[in-house]
């Protein structure tokens, strides 16, 4: 069985940074993409960037590029959220997710939640102005 668990989360002020991570476990298929989504208080969940874990290739969705990077050791078993800069409109509940399949470049590209099929819990970070 397929488990998230993140980490890393909490208080931070405007224009600090943050790393996030997402322990992954229970894969039984090597072709995957591990995904970070958020979701702000009042809003819908989004999409914020995911990994291949095939090739490593990394997506993020337009307001993530530049402040947002994410990657995943060698082994595939820990990706990671580096956030910079950090704003109060970043403020939300960060969730890592698995897709249970290769997912298609549009999907990738697009980093819909619809494609992914494992979710973790989610961990809150709150940005303070």
């Known amino acids: 069985e397929v488990q998230l668990v993140e980490s890393g989360g909490g208080l931070v002020q405007a224009g600090g940074s943050l790393r996030l991570s997402c322990a992954a476990s229970?894969?039984?298929?090597?072709?995957?993409?591990i995904g970070w989504f958020r979701q702000a208080p009042g809003k819908e969940r989004e999409g914020v960037a995911c990994?291949?874990?095939?090739?490593?290739?990394?997506n993020y969705v337009d307001s993530a590029k530049g402040r947002f990077t994410i990657s995943s050791d060698n082994a595939g078993n820990t990706v990671l959220l580096q956030i910079n800069s950090l704003k109060p409109e970043d403020t939300a509940v960060y969730y890592c997710?698995?897709?249970?399949?290769?997912?298609?470049?549009?999907?990738?590209?697009?980093?819909?939640?619809?494609?992914?099929?494992?979710w973790g819990q989610g961990i809150q970070v709150t940005v303070s102005s």
């Open positions: 229970g894969f039984t298929f090597d072709d995957y993409a």
């Open positions: 990994i291949s874990s095939v090739d490593g290739i990394t």
């Open positions: 997710a698995a897709s249970g399949r290769p997912l298609t470049t549009a999907q990738a590209e697009g980093i819909f939640d619809d494609a992914f099929d494992y």
